[in-house]
């Protein structure tokens, strides 16, 4: 493994103006383990600097990712100045990095659990990207490179509490009024039959006043005997009916008692003498 | 009666020109309203920034240049503002000197004033400015010589060695429905910067120019080695801060002051990937000092106008003639149709222009008692020579009371707009419910009425005029 590498190490020196080292690592293992399980319980991975793991890590709650590896400036062990382990969130793009506490000689570890990573890298939907980031001063070729996937098994008997959204300033959600329930009139037609139905009882009435034998037959004899008062107190009684309609559809109180009044007079005088007419026809053995 | 002329025609002459002359004087401080105050320590380092300066002056400010130690130094005058902008070159004494308390800083910005800070990683960030900016929720390293660098993403030209000098694209909206003020052509050469990280609580906060994923900051003198404790990487770093309070007025806080100098206008930068070009920095000071001056991004508001929506006299269906409509009236009746409109306009350096929703953004009509109502979004139906005029139409509430049309717009980056109108909302008088004949449920019932009306003047008629029945039936009887 080693060899290839140094061959095209070797190969870039010649061909490049001025020899560049570059950042990398070897002898990288990753080991997954809770407290009290030792070496050998949990996963253990192996990690190479020019591919990504191809297994998928999962860090259970309580347990602790651990890193151990040696940082390699060209194919001495060193330490860089940044050494780092980048957490990924691939939806929202939010990023927390860890880094190496390493030594002089480049051999060091870095340790995460599940409480150190921030709330919303513990509820991302999809795994995160881990990288590892070696890199420093100088002209040497930094090093950052996709190392693994990592999933994180959350507790479900506590999960991470939530902080409290903080307030930006977006669009608010649409708010429509909600009306109160209107009262609507039933079909027309059903109005309309009751209507015609009511409106046929008239026509009803009049036949059965027919057959009791209701008529008009004084009225020649009534209006030759009192033509006004008699058609003064019909024209009143009915002008009473139109005073009546044209309060309901149109005029206000004030605008309907005048007039009223008025018919209403005419009416009692009119119908007065009606009436002295009508009993001079009793007293006549007529009615 | 003895009247005695204390104004000779001569005098009154004498007194006119004095006035006019005064009036000139006057006239010419008072409308001004582009002063802008420099405090920098040393009056020598102002040279540096001589490009910077002389952009700022072609675009109409006047600069006066102060030390923060200077006895006279007052950013108050008679109660008003004596500068409209502040602009704070890094000091390397341990404050900004008596007269610029963060007290003092805090009351101009309540007095509209706009700040731009410029911090420098050469210089330790005074522990006064660092309490000023806590109080803004704005966060720097604890270590007072802090430097953000990046080993990726820096220009190899300056900073081969050193990689303090970060090379960055220009920066994106904040997010979805943000306009981006800040866009430039080219890459964005940052030196020696002061990363600051921004509390998350504070709406009034916003990134303009965050650091690449493989940033991070260190303190130079003890963390030369290694870095094992972070402050901050990444994009959690902001080298730039835009706060906006709420009264609108602008405090910027620019990481490194080195970014506005005359060298790095136009150096020559070459990247990480050995692409060489000219740094952008020029056009991005001025977007940046043009946003913090409130030259960019500055929003006002025209007429405000509802009126009742329903009933137009024939022939005013557009509604262009105003004389027949009541506008604004302050009351109406619940369940009216009403419109309303809102004129807007942006001011874009020297003129107002129409104002334009960002993408995905909405501007929305609140009608509201002590909670909206209605929250419904005005649309931009028609545009004058320098404004945008908003529109919608709501059907009031079945509630009466007192209520508010308000419009709310707050985003990052623009003036806050919020303007609130009060009008009366009436429950129906008792002349304008629906007639019973209008409704027609009411018919049989007032058929019924009609045949007894007219079954009432028949009997009147046969009662008066009816002959006694034939034989035969009284018989039957």
């Known amino acids: ?287 | 009666m003895k009247s005695f002329e204390y104004c000779t025609a001569e005098m009154r002459w004498l007194f006119a020109s004095l006035l006019l002359a005064l009036l000139s004087v006057v006239h010419a401080r008072s409308f001004n309203s582009s002063r802008l105050l420099v405090v920098t320590e040393e009056i020598t380092e102002k040279d540096k920034y001589s490009t910077f300066w002389g952009d700022l002056e072609s675009r109409g400010f006047s600069l006066s240049f102060a030390s923060p130690k200077s006895p006279d130094l007052s950013l108050f005058k008679h109660g008003a503002l004596a500068y409209d902008h502040l602009l704070l070159l890094p000091s390397k004494s341990k404050g900004l000197g008596p007269n610029l308390t963060p007290n003092m800083l805090v009351n101009y910005i309540n007095a509209n004033g706009n700040i731009l800070l410029a911090l420098s990683a050469d210089q330790p960030t005074p522990p006064a400015i660092s309490s000023l900016l806590l109080e803004l929720d704005i966060f720097l390293p604890p270590d007072r010589n802090a430097l953000v660098v990046d080993h990726f993403n820096f220009d190899k030209a300056s900073a081969a060695e050193k990689h303090d000098v970060l090379l960055l694209t220009s920066p994106k909206p904040l997010r979805n429905g943000v306009r981006n003020y800040f866009e430039v052509d080219g890459s964005i050469a940052v030196p020696r910067a002061v990363g600051q990280v921004l509390g998350n609580a504070s709406p009034l906060l916003a990134p303009i120019l965050r650091a690449p994923s493989t940033a991070y900051s260190y303190n130079p003198k003890d963390e030369a080695e290694a870095v094992e404790e972070l402050f901050a990487t990444g994009s959690q770093l902001s080298l730039i801060s835009a706060f906006q309070a709420r009264n609108s007025a602008r405090f910027t806080v620019l990481g490194s002051a080195e970014m506005l100098e005359n060298k790095w206008f136009d150096a020559k930068v070459k990247s990480q990937s050995g692409v060489e070009g000219a740094t952008a920095n020029r056009a991005f000071a001025e977007k940046l000092s043009a946003w913090t001056f409130q030259e960019l991004g500055v929003l006002k508001v025209g007429r405000v106008e509802h009126y009742l929506n329903e009933d137009l006299p024939k022939g005013t269906a557009n509604s262009s003639e105003v004389g027949f409509l009541d506008l604004n009236p302050k009351i109406y009746r619940i369940k009216n149709d009403v419109h309303f409109s809102i004129e807007i306009s942006e001011y874009v350096f020297t003129h107002l222009v129409p104002f334009t929703l960002p993408p995905t953004d909405e501007l929305q009509l609140e009608f509201s008692m002590l909670s909206p109502f209605h929250r419904i979004p005005l649309v931009p139906t028609s545009r004058t020579a320098n404004s945008t005029v908003f529109t919608a139409t709501l059907t009031l509430p079945d509630q009466h009371g007192i209520f508010n049309f308000i419009v709310n717009y707050k985003r990052p980056f623009m003036t806050n707009i919020y303007e609130k109108r009060t009008v009366t909302v009436r429950h129906f008088a008792h002349d304008e419910w629906p007639r019973s004949f209008a409704i027609s449920a009411a018919w049989p019932w007032i058929g019924g009425i009609g045949v007894v009306v007219a079954g009432w003047v028949a009997f009147v008629a046969v009662w008066l005029w009816s002959a006694p029945a034939e034989d035969g039936l009284r018989k039957r009887n």
């Open chain 1, 1 to 287: 493994m080693r060899l290839p590498s140094s061959l095209a190490l070797a190969a870039l020196a010649f061909s490049s103006a001025c020899l560049a080292a570059s950042w990398s690592f070897d002898d990288a293992t990753l080991t997954v383990s809770s407290k009290g399980s030792g070496a050998d319980g949990g996963v253990k991975e192996k990690l190479s600097p020019n591919s990504p793991s191809s297994k998928a890590i999962t860090l259970p709650a309580v347990d602790t990712l651990k890193i151990v590896l040696t940082a390699t400036e060209g194919s001495t062990g060193k330490r860089p100045h940044q050494a780092f382990l980048t957490l990924h969130e691939p939806t929202t793009g939010l990023e927390e990095s860890f880094p190496f506490s390493l030594k002089e000689n480049g051999k060091g570890k870095v340790e995460v659990t599940q409480k150190d990573l921030p709330y919303q890298l513990l509820t991302s939907a999809s795994p995160l990207r881990a990288s590892l980031i070696l890199a420093s001063f100088g002209s040497s070729t930094p090093y950052a490179s996709h190392a693994f996937d990592l999933t994180l098994q959350l507790d479900t008997t506590a999960p991470p509490t939530a902080p409290t959204t903080p307030e930006r300033y977006t669009p608010k959600p649409v708010i429509n009024h909600i009306f109160k329930f209107q009262e609507t009139s039933g079909p027309r037609v059903i109005s309309f039959f009751f209507t015609l139905a009511v409106l046929a009882m008239l026509p009803v009435l009049f036949g059965a006043w027919a057959l009791l034998g209701a008529n008009v037959d004084h009225l020649g004899k009534a209006f030759g005997s009192a033509p006004i008062a008699h058609g003064l107190f019909l024209g009143s009684v009915l002008a009473m009916e139109g005073v009546f309609f044209m309060y309901y559809t149109s005029w206000n109180l004030f605008q309907m008692l005048p007039v009223a009044g008025v018919v209403g007079t005419v009416a009692y005088i009119s119908g007065s003498r009606a009436l002295t007419e009508v009993q001079e026809r009793r007293l006549a053995g007529e009615r």
